[in-house]
């Protein structure tokens, strides 16, 4: 891709004319609509009246949700100062010391947030508790794989918090310092998080399904003070010791001043380690490190598949506010509501739903297998919960939709208003299927951001239709585009997705990248000044957004482009197939090759007549491009240890790349299920590539 372009607007996409209104109108009905009241009684219409009255932003129209949201929306990536400012008004962001501007340095990368400004992310995750009335509410409910909830309330996760921090704090962990998470879901690891925030210090975590190498490769980027471990998990009916992987890492980890041992096993700690009961006894009530609004809070990994992870910078301002206006405008959470998202320590969902807590949300931690003991499990979960919110995987969905569950049927989900889904795009049938199997009248939220924001570029409006297959609307603050190759803004047609406006939770660096130069090609070559996020959507004319998969697997016939994630949503419809996986190879003599890798579904069979189906089903629903080569069978498709498709290591190990080179196995699920692509570009190079 070239980087020459058009210099970019600041402006958001110009709001469709008469005659587009007039084409939406006769286009697709929407699948669900909230209802007046809904919509007049969401925070986000509050909100808009409130940043209306103080701040500047246009007046809302009650009688036409979709202008009002785009005005809104058009204001909040125009005006930044102003929007920002009012969602840091609206909810009430204590700012120790106050701000001198809200934007300094506005520029990509490198924009500087209310410059002057001090505050603590804790002590607004913890405000809740200082209410009497809601001392003894739940903060957290802790489910595991018997799906009985146990509480924590806001006094009893307040005090937990203390007694850790000063316990952090007499181990010689203090500002600046990094502490490390191998822990699962469980509360520990939202109390360990909370107090690391309150010292000043900045977290990292890891999934202990995670194994040594995979860790290492994370945690030594950043040289911890501490790390907070646990002895084992629970997964899937079986227990998982991990004595053997602490004590590599403790080995491996030379800069760990203490060590921290979580019994979820009932395990004696180590020698030279700190029970975790010790440290978190007593009622010292937490003291909070006021810090800069970019000061860093956590650090994320992208998943580094092939090589290192990169290790992402968050800042607790940046982080403060955005997730304030995700989880409190789009999401519509606040007091009394409950989350429930499927996730683990080691995504950035983890930490998207800890901060359900800043809208004194509780927080529902699931430490289980997705589907034990059967497909059924997250719904039983929701139900058990009273989840207000429940979000899941795009994948979970489809597998309940083979699998016959019907949850709406079998599961009590009175309490549950929104069913969200990320981690990959929703398929047309995966809403349908909610919709008519879990409730017409859930509200179907499908979203797509990112590890590298810990937040969403586009999708939950309580006030906007859902139209199947598409993403409500563009986030709030996020001028979200779809550029051509010059950087031109598309409409109703497939771009690349990029950002054109800053965003508070954007990197503030990466660990260990002193230049920033690995920093500015990840996302900022393309495009300079402009954020190329590496996906593949379309904004529509009715504003909505179709995300068609990843840009950087992008699959080229005949000079036309096509996403992955459309391939997948057809194929996978059919019964037979439990899983797939597309990939484009160029090959030295010029020509192009197109494989569907696919697994079965037990008891199919990879025959003629079901090549021939996909063929047929695919030639049918999308176009004769999208017919694969060869359709071969693979004992299971590879993914990075966040669920993600192993799509550009697998196209590098046909193209006869070597697998160090390839791909970092400690990034991938079944590092040995690459051995079947490495086998299969071995005898493709002996027979000349046929």
């Known amino acids: 891709m070239t980087a020459a372009h058009a210099a970019p607007s600041t402006e958001p996409p110009s709001e469709p004319s008469p005659q587009a209104e007039g084409a939406a109108t006769a286009g697709p009905a929407p699948l669900w609509r909230p209802s007046a009241e809904t919509a007049g009684a969401a925070r986000l219409t509050r909100f808009h009246a409130y940043a209306a009255a103080h701040h500047g932003a246009p007046a809302p129209d009650p009688g036409d949700p979709a202008a009002s949201y785009a005005a809104l929306h058009r204001w909040s990536v125009t005006e930044l100062p102003g929007f920002w400012a009012a969602v840091a008004g609206w909810f009430d962001v204590r700012f120790t010391t106050p701000y001198t501007r809200v934007l300094g340095e506005s520029a990509m990368p490198g924009a500087d947030w209310f410059p002057g400004a001090t505050l603590n992310y804790a002590e607004h995750a913890l405000r809740a508790a200082e209410d009497p009335a809601r001392a003894a509410e739940p903060a957290l409910l802790r489910v595991d794989e018997n799906h009985r909830p146990e509480a924590v309330g806001w006094a009893e996760l307040r005090r937990q918090v203390g007694a850790l921090a000063a316990s952090l704090r007499r181990l010689g962990v203090g500002r600046g310092d990094r502490v490390a998470g191998y822990l699962p879901n469980v509360p520990e690891a939202v109390v360990a998080l909370l107090a690391t925030a309150a010292v000043g210090a900045v977290w990292t975590s890891c999934a202990p399904d995670f194994g040594a190498r995979g860790v290492l490769d994370r945690f030594r980027q950043v040289e911890p003070a501490a790390l907070v471990a646990v002895d084992g998990y629970r997964y899937g009916g079986r227990v998982h010791d991990r004595a053997a992987t602490v004590a590599e890492l403790r080995r491996e980890l030379p800069t760990l001043r203490a060590v921290v041992h979580v019994p979820l096993l009932g395990t004696p700690a180590p020698a030279g380690a700190h029970e975790w009961a010790d440290l978190t ?336 089903t695919l030639r049918e629903h999308l176009s004769p491009r999208h017919v694969p080569d060869e359709v071969l069978q693979v004992p299971g498709i590879p993914h990075t240890l966040t669920g993600k498709r192993l799509e550009v290591p697998v196209k590098r190990l046909l193209q006869g790349a070597a697998l160090e080179s390839a791909v970092n196995p400690g990034s991938v699920d079944d590092p040995e299920l690459l051995g079947f692509f490495t086998g299969l570009a071995r005898e493709r190079a002996a027979s000349g590539g046929a």
């Open 281 to 616: 006894a007593g009622d010292a009530a937490p003291v909070f490190e006021q810090v800069p609004f970019g000061h860093p809070l956590w650090v994320l990994y992208s998943s580094g598949t092939t090589g290192l992870p990169k290790a992402i910078v968050h800042s607790q301002g940046g982080i403060l506010l955005e997730h304030l206006k995700q989880l409190g405008l789009h999401c519509d959470l606040g007091p009394g509501d409950r989350l429930f998202w499927y996730t683990s320590t080691g995504w950035m969902m983890w930490n998207f739903l800890v901060s359900a807590l800043l809208t004194g949300s509780c927080a529902v931690l699931y430490d289980g297998a997705p589907a034990h003991p059967d497909a059924g499990a997250q719904w039983r979960v929701a139900e058990r919960t009273r989840a207000t919110l429940f979000g899941t995987s795009a994948a979970y969905v489809m597998a309940c939709v083979k699998a016959g569950v019907r949850p709406g049927r079998d599961f009590d989900l009175s309490a549950t208003r929104c069913v969200a889904t990320t981690g990959s795009p929703l398929p047309p049938d995966g809403f349908r299927w909610l919709h008519e199997e879990a409730g017409a009248g859930l509200w179907i939220a499908s979203v797509s951001g990112g590890t590298d924001v810990c937040s969403c570029f586009a999708g939950a409006v309580p006030t906007l239709p859902v139209y199947t297959g598409e993403l409500q609307a563009p986030c709030l603050g996020t001028g979200l585009y779809s550029f051509d190759e010059a950087g031109r803004a598309l409409t109703d047609e497939v771009g690349e997705l990029v950002v054109t406006t800053p965003m508070p939770s954007m990197p503030i660096r990466f660990w260990n990248d002193p230049d920033n130069r690995r920093y500015l090609d990840s996302y900022f070559r393309s495009y300079p000044g402009v954020w190329r996020h590496g996906d593949w959507i379309t904004l529509t004319s009715r504003n909505t957004v179709v995300i068609h998969g990843r840009s950087d697997s992008t699959l080229n016939r005949q000079g036309v482009r096509m996403g992955s994630a459309d391939i997948y949503e057809t194929v996978e419809r059919l019964p037979e197939i439990r899983e797939s996986l597309v990939v484009g190879v160029e090959r030295p003599d010029g020509g192009y090759w197109m494989p569907l890798f696919v697994r079965l579904a037990e008891g199919a069979v990879l025959d003629d007549a079901l090549r021939e189906r996909i063929r047929s």
